[in-house]
């Protein structure tokens, strides 16, 4: 699928109205240090240094939403109680949601307190009472859904099994799907998907559809029969399966099965991953986008939300600089450098360092891989400079470059040491090391300090200049010389 149609989906999206109802809870991050064991038990003492709260279940659903610009009527059920107080005053912090919480007495707000120390998690602690809501509530709920459903795009169930998604909240749900001609797409937990009726959508995870119909997930072969064996029992028009790393894989009304792989990204934290991943496909159905154009969008949220930490959200920017930068369908040969400026930023967020080095690589070398291999192993991201055509003529000479700007991107686009190319016309790359603010900057052997271009901008941030040593008989000119004379 073109990743143009894909960025233009998320614009017409823009601003649609989304309803989304089901459990909302809050999510309380607990951060510390850990460096000794208790001497009282085998278990590790954590310093608290800080701690964070935020919407957790269906309101991280609106909160992703939101933040892909999208407009969102989040409808849930709180506790009468501090947390469901606190609660309501987050979401009341987001932009562009509009909650309706429904206090219910006797009842508390479901808490998830994570206890995290440097990257890991190590303990998660529930405080929740799982029971469905009376028929007094159901009734204030459906109301609510046919209040706000009038105008809106599309309504999400956000199905965590804390009791708020009962039979009669779906058949509200699905009737204003109806009386308003909009469709409505399940995140489901259980094993009985037939309760969520002909949704137009349902979205289990991979454990959650082989829990379902006791059939694996694991291959794509394994995914394809649990698929049409579900579409076989299901009302749902159309079942998209999340595979975690693997992708996605997803069957429609005329029984063809589809599989779409994600593209390997370090993973951080998961938590909220497949919040995301519903609200992407959400944006690119609002869009007016296929199922298949959808579940790309979702690729790419999701590949975004596991590089941060806590239940994150991805903004409609990190999207678009995602696809920008080919993370789905094969990728791409070069980005422009306003989206290799917005994915420093998004990379920094995630904790990780940019490196950056740069060069003609006319023919790639031995000697070219080595800087390249080399300056990956000292940095979470590298970005390689790539002279223009025009550049090249400048520094090498009328006969050079031997491969034009685009061929020499995409061998340096398909390197696994590389994760960015950005082409630049000036001789130096000087603007571009302004722009980009490199933790590090590597460069091979035949440069000193002193002669390395950028090196004042990266030392005076605190970063890192690294020089490569050369291998000897390894250069583009040498490689030139051998092939005219006939020698390999």
């Not at 159309?238 to 390997?264: L, N, W, Y």
């Not at 006969?399 to 061929?407: F, L, Y």
């Amino acid at each position: 699928m073109a990743r143009a149609s894909l960025i233009d989906l998320i614009d017409t999206a823009a601003g649609r109205k989304i309803v989304c109802i089901g459990d909302v809870m809050l999510d309380r991050f607990v951060y510390g240090e850990v460096s000794r064991i208790s001497p009282e038990a085998p278990v590790p003492i954590m310093r608290r240094t800080r701690e964070a709260s935020m919407p957790g279940g269906a309101g991280n659903v609106a909160r992703n939403l939101a933040s892909l610009g999208l407009y969102t009527a989040l409808i849930g059920v709180v506790g009468d109680d501090a947390e469901g107080r606190e609660l309501a005053a987050l979401m009341g912090q987001v932009q562009n949601v509009e909650a309706d919480l429904i206090a219910m007495r006797g009842r508390p707000t479901t808490l998830k307190t994570r206890f995290v120390a440097g990257s890991q998690q190590l303990l998660r602690v529930d405080a929740e009472e799982i029971a469905n809501i009376g028929p007094d509530i159901e009734v204030k709920l459906a109301g609510a859904i046919h209040q706000v459903a009038a105008d809106a795009a599309l309504i999400i169930l956000s199905d965590y099994a804390k009791g708020a998604m009962t039979d009669a909240v779906i058949k509200a749900a699905l009737d204003a799907g109806e009386a308003f001609g909009i469709p409505v797409i399940a995140d489901p937990k259980g094993r009985d998907f037939r309760r969520y009726g002909a949704v137009d959508l349902i979205k289990p995870n991979g454990y959650e559809l082989a829990h379902a119909f006791g059939m694996p997930t694991e291959t794509d072969r394994d995914a394809a029969a649990a698929l049409v064996a579900a579409a076989k029992t299901l009302p749902a028009k159309a079942i998209v399966v999340t595979r975690a790393a693997k992708g996605m894989s997803f069957i429609t009304q005329d029984g063809e099965v589809t599989h779409r792989a994600g593209k390997a990204r370090e993973v951080y934290d998961v938590s909220g991953a497949g919040d995301t991943s519903i609200a992407a496909l959400a944006l690119g159905l609002a869009g007016g986008g296929t199922l298949s154009q959808a579940v790309d969008l979702a690729i790419a949220a999701s590949g975004i939300a596991v590089g941060k930490s806590g239940t994150a959200t991805v903004s409609a920017a990190e999207l678009k600089g995602a696809l920008e930068m080919g993370l789905v369908n094969g990728g791409v040969s070069h980005i422009p450098l306003e989206t290799a400026v917005s994915q420093v930023a998004t990379w920094r967020d995630a904790g990780l360092t940019v490196g950056f080095t740069n060069g003609c690589f006319d023919i790639l070398h031995p000697g070219h891989l080595k800087v390249l291999e080399e300056a990956k192993s000292r940095c979470g991201r590298l970005i390689v400079g790539l002279n223009s055509d025009a550049s090249v003529k400048r520094l090498k000479g009328p006969t050079r470059p031997v491969n034009d700007a685009e061929s020499r991107a995409r061998v340096l686009s398909g390197l696994s040491a590389v994760d960015a190319v950005v082409v630049f016309d000036e001789d130096t790359p000087a603007g571009l090391i302004e722009a980009l603010q490199p933790d590090l900057l590597v460069k091979g052997g035949d440069y000193t300090l002193e002669t390395i271009v950028g090196a004042d901008i990266v030392l005076a941030r605190g970063g890192t200049v690294h020089i490569v040593p050369t291998l000897d008989g390894q250069s583009t000119t040498a490689a030139i010389a051998r092939a005219n004379s006939g020698k390999t």
